[in-house]
């Protein structure tokens, strides 16, 4: 089953209990809340007060999507957190942020910008709940969905399978009704998404046609893939 994060960079803060409240209605199954630096990100956004105030106002799952330098000095603050995703390119020593992120309760979730290889987490993949593909560079909303990161989602998700791994795909950045059908297609398993949830007016039909775009994929994917398996299955008798 595909699940759905609602960014709340998209969001109103002037009204961020009832934009919660909306997005819960609409059946999200998780908020994500990104903190920029202003180095690792040309951007500064959210500290760590908003992301707790955020969790004192719903029982959902909350993410925090580290888009920061000196990772190590913040997560002692997000013990209160479900998820905490770093970016590799962010580390030196992965294995102790991942072994420190559990120690507080709270499940790893590693993060690749879009240029960033894959082998860079190679070593890591089976201690982390999940990887975060950012098919848009981190630091600004609004960008535009990188198309090639299709690749890159398909050569995880085969890494993923081809081991046996648990390990889930994210993905973040400008996903939409357009973009989720091909995230899912190459093997996203969850979708992150900010202003195709918060910038609409009808929250709760936003959420609904994201997350039926991406199960058509879902399903028209699996479908084919069936069509294919019994195709290869009927040359083999024929033959």
Aim: proline content about 4%; glycine content about 6%; aromatic content about 8%.
């Amino acid at each position: 089953m595909i699940k759905i994060g609602a960014s709340i960079l998209s969001a109103d803060f002037g009204h961020l209990k009832e934009e919660i409240r909306k997005a819960e209605e609409a059946g999200v199954d998780f908020f994500h809340v990104d903190m920029m630096d202003g180095h690792f990100v040309p951007n500064i956004s959210m500290g760590i007060g908003i992301a707790k105030h955020i969790k004192k106002l719903t029982e959902l799952p909350v993410e925090v999507h580290l888009m920061v330098e000196n990772v190590d000095l913040f997560i002692n603050e997000f013990e209160d957190m479900d998820y905490i995703t770093f970016h590799i390119e962010a580390v030196k020593f992965p294995f102790r942020v991942i072994n420190k992120i559990k120690s507080i309760g709270a499940k790893p979730i590693v993060a690749l910008n879009p240029a960033t290889p894959l082998d860079r987490i190679e070593y890591i993949l089976v201690e982390v709940h999940a990887v975060l593909i950012m098919t848009v560079e981190p630091g600004f909303s609004g960008q535009k969905f990188i198309p090639i990161m299709t690749k890159k989602i398909e050569k995880l998700k085969n890494v993923i399978v081809e081991n046996g791994y648990d390990t889930k795909i994210f993905v973040d950045g400008w996903i939409n009704v357009e973009t989720a059908p091909l995230a899912v297609k190459a093997g996203a398993d969850v979708l992150v998404a900010a202003s195709a949830i918060f910038g609409k007016d009808d929250v709760k039909t936003a959420v609904k046609n994201l997350r039926e775009a991406a199960l058509k994929a879902l399903n028209k994917d699996f479908l084919n893939k069936n069509l294919d398996s019994n195709k290869d299955k009927q040359v083999k008798h024929n033959g």
